[in-house]
Every structure is written in C-alpha cells, then in structure tokens.
C-alpha cells in the first residue's frame, strides 16, 4: 500500500544549520583530495626533471597534466561550496535577526498591554487629593509644635542695647574673677605698690642757708 500510494515521511526537514554543517564537510573532504593531487604532481614534477625529452618524459607529463586538471576542477567545486555556505550562513544570521526582532515586537506588546492595565488603575484626582490631604497634615503638624514650643514668663519685647549692655557687664565680671580680685581694685587708675604693709615715704628738699643767696 505504502507503494502505491507513498507515506508521509517523519523524517524533520534540515536546517540552514545542518545544510552549512554538511557543506562544510563536503570542503574538507575535497581539500582532502587536492593535497594527495599536490602531492602526487610533486612526484611527477621531480621526474620531469631528472628526465630527458623523448616519449617517456611526454607520458610522465601528460599524467600530471590531468592531475592538474583534476586539482583545478576540485578547486573550483570548493569555491562554489563555499560561496554556498556563505550565502546560507547569511540567510541563518538574518533569519535569526528576524526572530530575535518579533520576539521584541512581542515583549513591547505585552509590556504595553501591562502598562495599560496598570495606569487604568491610577486616579489621578485621588493621588492630587492625597497630596493636599498630606500637605494640610504638614501644616497642622507645624501648628502643633510651635504651640507646643511656646515659652512662658519671658517678655514678647526686649530691647536690644538692653541686651548687649547686660552681656558686658557680664564679661566684665568674668575679667575680674580670672584676673585681681575685687577688694584690691579700689582705684583702678593706681598702680599698686611692690610693698603694700608700708606706705612709701617722700624725701623732703634741702632747706637754704641763711644768708646764702644774698648780696
């Protein structure tokens, strides 16, 4: 039956992956062959030159000559298939591109949809009623700790030259704390004797003679 009629085959259909992978093999296997061609007229071209001109020399170099066709026809087969595999690999890298692009295409369409569905949720006159409910708590905070910081029994008003006459006199009692004591500052413009038990004694001047002076 399966004779008459064929059968589907089960058998997956090849990449670009398995067609580079089975190209490139091809290659190696015909570079194979060249280097036993190059080798074999490397055993021909040493003959030719040991040989002298007459129908032995001319058989030996018709046999490299169609080695060498054979070298140029292997070749020739290597740059086609290489060209090849360079074609698909480009088809492969630009299938990929295309792939990994639709699979970003796909992720912005679901990111999009999200975002809608997440901003449907938001209420804009909510969150603009939330901010002037919280800035009216701000204030009735600010309220609340300057009452809370008032001072008691302290005039609203002080006057200034009040103020920096007072701190003088504080730094003028400061001096004389750290410097003479009090008791012995009586007079502030008196230098203070060496000896204070004594009090120091004037010498009187010389009185004149009688009748000296006198003409």
């Given at each position: 039956?399966?004779?008459?009629f ?17 190209t490139?093999l ?43 066709k ?71 905070a ?18 200034e ?12 009692e400061?001096?004389?704390e ?27 001047a010389?009185?004149e ?7």
């Amino acid at each position: 039956m399966n004779r008459l009629f064929g059968s589907s085959s089960s058998k997956p259909k090849p990449s670009l992956a398995d067609a580079i992978a089975s190209t490139d093999l091809r290659v190696d296997s015909i570079e194979v062959k060249i280097r036993k061609l190059d080798a074999e007229l490397t055993k021909y071209r040493d003959q030719l030159k040991k040989m002298r001109d007459g129908p032995g020399k001319n058989a030996v170099q018709q046999r490299a000559l169609r080695v060498l066709k054979q070298k140029k026809l292997y070749e020739s087969q290597i740059a086609q298939l290489q060209q090849q595999s360079f074609n698909m690999e480009q088809a492969s890298m630009t299938t990929e591109n295309l792939r990994n692009t639709m699979a970003t295409v796909d992720a912005m369409k679901t990111a999009n949809k999200e975002m809608k569905k997440q901003y449907g949720k938001i209420d804009i006159d909510e969150i603009e009623a939330m901010h002037d409910d919280m800035a009216d708590l701000l204030d009735s905070a600010n309220d609340v700790q300057e009452a809370m910081s008032r001072t008691y029994g302290v005039p609203e008003e002080v006057d200034e030259a009040d103020l920096e006459a007072e701190l003088e006199a504080l730094g003028n009692e400061f001096e004389e704390e750290e410097g003479i004591p009090s008791y012995l500052q009586a007079d502030a413009t008196s230098e203070l004797p060496d000896f204070v038990d004594e009090a120091p004694q004037k010498e009187e001047a010389p009185k004149e003679r009688l009748g000296e002076g006198v003409v």
